[in-house]
């Protein structure tokens, strides 16, 4: 009977674990290395694949977990299609784990004009300050359709919504 119970409860508890995925984030590559990026196979893993220094790349990020991310698809885009128009992902390769950056390698701009960051994910979180659209972010934490981000000067913490993040290293977006 004890068994019984057990393998209700794990899952029960499995059923919540799906149910309460992350959602993706768009990025782009911000490494303040100037050299190619490491991609490792877990949190603080074996560096298993690098992203070119060279280029302008987008990915999509998710399961924040102690400042590392995990890469979405094991994928990496082209910021500029409009160069190589039959471009397609570039595959990561050498995990069968999955693929993860650290946060400070990635981020992002803010819709163009000025922003409150908040102390708690929530419109009634109070306003911990009033940062402008053209200083970058790296993002810290995802809760549903909220981002906690830093500044890359790192004066700046707090959380904003997803619709007033940037991900295109080229533009400030509308």
């Not at 029960?12 to 190619?36: R, W």
């Not at 993002?139 to 790192?154: A, F, H, N, T, Y």
Request: aromatic letters at 10%; a negative charge.
């Amino acid at each position: 009977m004890k068994h019984i119970i057990l393998l209700s409860l794990m899952f029960v508890s499995g059923i919540f674990a799906m149910a309460q995925t992350d959602n993706s984030l768009e990025v782009y590559i911000l490494d303040p290395t100037g050299t190619d990026t490491n991609v490792r196979n877990s949190p603080k893993g074996k560096v298993v694949d690098k992203i070119p220094v060279d280029g302008e790349w987008i990915l999509f990020v998710s399961h924040p977990r102690n400042g590392w991310w995990r890469i979405d698809d094991g994928e990496y885009y082209d910021a500029v299609p409009d160069t190589n128009p039959d471009s397609k992902p570039t595959s990561l390769k050498g995990s069968t784990t999955g693929y993860w950056v650290h946060y400070s390698c990635i981020g992002f701009s803010l819709v163009g004009g000025s922003h409150k960051l908040r102390a708690t994910p929530s419109t009634k979180g109070k306003v911990t300050s009033v940062v402008d659209h053209e200083v970058g972010y790296h993002p810290l934490e995802l809760k549903g359709e909220w981002v906690k981000i830093v500044s890359l000067d790192g004066k700046h913490t707090g959380w904003i919504t997803q619709d007033m993040i940037c991900s295109n290293p080229l533009t400030t977006c509308p």
